[in-house]
């Protein structure tokens, strides 16, 4: 084991590094690399100019005319920063952090700031530093912002409460930004202590904190950005957007996998308000990391709906990295980190290679091989210990008085309030629901029913449900209904779907039930077989069979939602 460095050691060796950078920028020594006859993008003077870029010590260093030890010619190519992807749960890829590097390196993305809420609501701060250990010196940087609403409702039995002392410790953490996306804005509207204190603390810490207002207007969001909140992906209209904007805060276009803003939100994608916009994802499922890609995706339908290519590539880095004070990356200048992207050209829009502090990551269609990242193996088999509950019979999921109906709206995740029903009914596609509490072993068991999944035979269950994530599954009968949950609980999470008691697919998901240590490749193999056996037994196809059950159980999305208490009101916010 090394021996832990000395102030004066750490200084000296600060010392040397700066010395060489300086003596390699000074055109008095030779680069570590340099990318010649370069035509790169200068968010600064917003052109394009041509010359050498010097790297040393995994800074550049110059712009000029300079030698290397290795040196790339670049005629013909165009050279960006590497992207930022502003807002994101990783979780959401379904894979460990590192696969999810491997994944959007090719995609240019070379920063991403993430949420790790979905794993906190299961494992509390223990998940915040399992993934702050398992994201450590990967060749995408991860900085966090800490969440702020576990569980996201009193409604929800999450495995954690997390309050503002459970959080406070992590402000110290070097690649800690801030307090995560304010979900709660019920809470500070109305000057809930608990919500407030939260942003009052993430304050003292001089950290930013992030939005989510869908739909906020008025006194409300003028309390709610009074309050200290920065930013919002939420914005689906350019007038909310403006709205938003204009009363200070940054808005993330977010064109993720669940939601789409970016068409509508084109319009405000102009030199005008580009200093104040960044791209964002906040969730990305692996059929679309490895079919359309990450923020180069973005950025590509943002130059090919008109916008100057200039332009979009700024709001695909720079402003990012302004608003969440990373001062070192988002451009391409002496002292920045030498995170590039290669592309061929603007119209295309092929990224032919990636380079992370000067070393190359990608290229030839590759990843180069990165060392993993060491976990504390206490929290690595805490993360793959997340279910605690007993096993289910067709008994746990009968009743005997109505429950209350979920409808479906196609398209969203919007709910109507559809009535009651007393028994499942596949003619009028009413199925049976239940979320099983899973982390604390109450044996609570919230009961209702979906209209609108067209599921004709057997059950389908996941433990991915927003946010506490619990299990939830929606069956047409009881037994398979059971023996869905009871086979996630043996795979330590995942995604099943069976029927007449037999497994007919699933996808594990060990770690807190959220993720596999498998690669993106297997995992979206198995997610796709696991989705065709979904819709062979009935699944309407409009819809995702697991990402529209996951949301179901979201008790801060009206209309109807279903808990491990019941079916719940979110407009009166009362169990019906």
């Avoid at 993720?515 to 196809?541: I, Q, T």
Wanted: include cysteine; glycine fraction near 8%.
């Amino acid at each position: 084991m090394k021996g832990k460095e000395s102030y004066t050691g750490r200084i000296n060796r600060k010392l040397n590094k700066k010395l060489h950078i300086i003596e390699v920028a000074a055109g008095r020594e030779k680069a570590d690399l340099v990318l010649k006859n370069a035509a790169y993008v200068n968010v600064f003077s917003k052109e394009i100019c041509q010359c050498d870029i010097a790297v040393a010590e995994g800074l550049i260093v110059g712009l000029g005319n300079y030698s290397g030890l290795e040196e790339v010619d670049m005629t013909g190519k165009i050279v960006l920063p590497g992207f930022i992807d502003a807002h994101i749960h990783l979780e959401s890829a379904l894979v460990a952090p590192w696969e999810f590097a491997r994944a959007v390196l090719p995609h240019g993305t070379t920063t991403v700031i993430t949420d790790p809420h979905e794993i906190a609501n299961v494992m509390g701060g223990s998940g915040i530093e399992y993934m702050l250990q398992a994201t450590e010196e990967l060749p995408v940087d991860a900085r966090f912002m800490l969440p702020s609403c576990v569980p996201a409702t009193p409604m929800d039995e999450s495995g954690a409460i997390l309050d503002y002392h459970s959080i406070d410790s992590f402000y110290d953490h070097p690649r800690v930004q801030g307090l995560a996306e304010m979900m709660n804005y019920p809470g500070v509207i109305n000057g809930n202590s608990a919500t407030v204190e939260k942003i009052v603390a993430a304050q003292a810490h001089h950290k930013k904190i992030d939005g989510h207002a869908p739909g906020i207007t008025g006194y409300d969001l003028n309390a709610y950005v009074s309050a200290g909140v920065y930013s919002d992906h939420e914005c689906s209209t350019v007038e909310d957007a403006l709205e938003k904007l204009r009363l200070g805060q940054f808005i993330m276009i977010r064109e993720g996998t669940a939601a789409h803003n970016l068409e509508a939100l084109l319009p405000i994608i102009t030199e005008q308000y580009a200093d104040r916009i960044m791209f964002c994802c906040d969730d990305k499922h692996p059929s679309d990391l490895l079919e359309l890609g990450h923020i180069d995706y973005i950025v590509k339908k943002t130059i090919q709906a008109g916008v100057d290519p200039i332009l979009a590539v700024r709001v695909a880095c720079h402003s990012a990295a302004r608003y969440f004070l990373l001062n070192n990356r988002g451009a391409i200048a002496p002292g920045y980190l030498a995170d590039f992207v290669v592309i061929d050209n603007f119209d295309d829009f092929h990224i032919e290679k990636v380079y992370k502090k000067g070393r190359l990551m990608y290229a030839d269609g590759k990843v180069r091989d990165f060392d993993l990242p060491e976990i504390d193996p206490y929290l690595v088999k805490q993360a793959h210990n997340t279910f605690h509950l007993a096993s289910m019979t067709a008994e746990n999921f009968q009743i005997n008085r109505p429950r209350g109906v979920i409808g479906l709206v196609p398209g969203e995740i919007v709910s109507e309030d559809r009535g009651y029903a007393s028994a499942i009914d596949t003619e009028k596609d009413i199925l049976k629901m239940g979320v099983v509490e899973r982390h604390h072993n109450t044996g609570h068991i919230g009961i209702g029913y979906l209209q609108g999944y067209g599921l004709r035979s057997g059950a389908v269950a996941t433990s991915i449900s927003h946010d506490s994530h619990n299990i939830i599954v929606v069956g047409t009968n009881e037994a398979d209904m059971a023996a869905a949950v009871n086979r996630v609980t043996e795979n330590h999470g995942g995604i099943v779907v069976v029927d007449k008691g037999e497994v007919k697919a699933e996808l594990a998901l060990p770690i807190a039930g959220l993720m596999s240590e498998d690669s993106l490749v297997n995992v979206n193999r198995d997610l796709e077989a696991a989705k065709a056996a979904a819709f062979e037994l009935g699944v309407s196809h409009g819809i995702d069979p697991f990402m529209t059950l996951s949301f179901m159980s979201l008790s801060v999305i009206p209309t109807l939602r279903l808990t491990t208490r019941g079916v719940f009101d979110v407009l009166t916010q009362n169990f019906i």
